[in-house]
């Protein structure tokens, strides 16, 4: 189970590293008050349910009363900023979770390999409610909600909170925008539920293996065993040795050992790197994504 280090998301002024580009800080914003009149909280796209026959709750019970929730974003080096998650607070000030438990819907069992529960987006926003905001929406209210997160958006995100039935309902951006979005429980040493996370994966980053090559590449198709095992293609280009093309449905990347710089340029489904020159001893760089893990805090 890998997601985003929660705890530092939501520590405001910490800072990650990515292994390319520069560091990530965070700040928080409290965006408002969460009703929960029945335990049953609904995670969705807000644009996309019914809220006449909402999607299913989670399956596990969160604490009833009225709970902040607040949003960790995530500041990049070109003053991007992006909603890296998002959370409900049931412990008070004091209340920390020790563990977390990915929040599987209620009916849902538990996924068999890798794969989180979560839920689609779409619009490019996600949403916290507790199932008893149940009532028809118009198209006028849904109208309003957008000219509302249009007014409040601020650099890349926005939010809003609007009564619903009820209870109310909480939106906000989802990270990079649409997607696949899972959430987690967390749990404090007696089990018992201190926070519910959103978590968007942009304080995650991809988890590489790395090979050399001599330069100049040999020609043609490259064989290597990590190339393979995650599905990359990798080969020289027909008029240059200072070309070489990386293609397939896995992910990866060239640089060069000195430090000399490349150009990527895309064409159609492949990625051309070239480069002019190099120290006589340099070597090609190949690094595959394996999977993700969390960005290290600095």
Not at 68 to 87: G, S, T
Not at 89 to 106: P, V, Y
């Amino acid at each position: 189970m890998i997601h985003s280090p929660f705890a530092a998301a939501f520590t405001p002024g910490t800072r990650f590293g990515q292994e390319r580009g520069g560091p990530v800080e965070v700040s928080t914003r409290l965006l408002g008050e969460l009703k929960v009149p029945s335990g049953r909280i609904v995670v969705t796209d807000p644009f996309t349910t019914s809220f006449e026959h909402p999607d299913s709750p989670l399956a596990r019970r969160a604490p009833t009363g009225v709970f902040p929730v607040e949003l960790a974003i995530a500041r990049y080096e070109n003053d991007d900023l992006r909603v890296a998650c998002a959370r409900v607070r049931f412990g008070g000030a004091d209340g920390r979770a020790a563990k977390w438990e990915a929040a599987l819907f209620e009916g849902q069992e538990p996924p068999d390999d890798d794969k989180i529960p979560g839920y689609g987006v779409d619009s490019g926003t996600g949403c916290f409610f507790d199932e008893q905001a149940r009532t028809r929406v118009e198209e006028a209210t849904t109208e309003e909600w957008l000219a509302v997160t249009e007014r409040n958006m601020v650099s890349t995100w926005t939010w809003h909170v609007a009564d619903v039935g009820n209870a109310n309902l909480i939106m906000f951006s989802s990270g990079w925008g649409d997607g696949f979005y899972g959430s987690y429980w967390g749990l404090d040493a007696n089990d018992r539920v201190v926070e519910l996370v959103t978590d968007f994966d942009v304080l995650t980053g991809p988890l590489t293996e790395r090979f050399e090559l001599p330069l100049p590449p040999p020609r043609g198709r490259v064989r290597h065993p990590l190339l393979d095992r995650n599905g990359v293609t990798l080969r020289t280009g027909m008029l240059s040795r200072n070309t070489v093309i990386l293609s397939g449905k896995g992910a990866a990347w060239l640089t060069l050992s000195d430090g000399t710089p490349t150009r990527m340029t895309r064409k159609r489904d492949e990625s051309h790197y070239t480069w002019q020159s190099a120290a006589p001893d340099a070597r090609l760089v190949v690094s595959v994504v394996v999977g993700i893990k969390p960005l290290d805090v600095l």
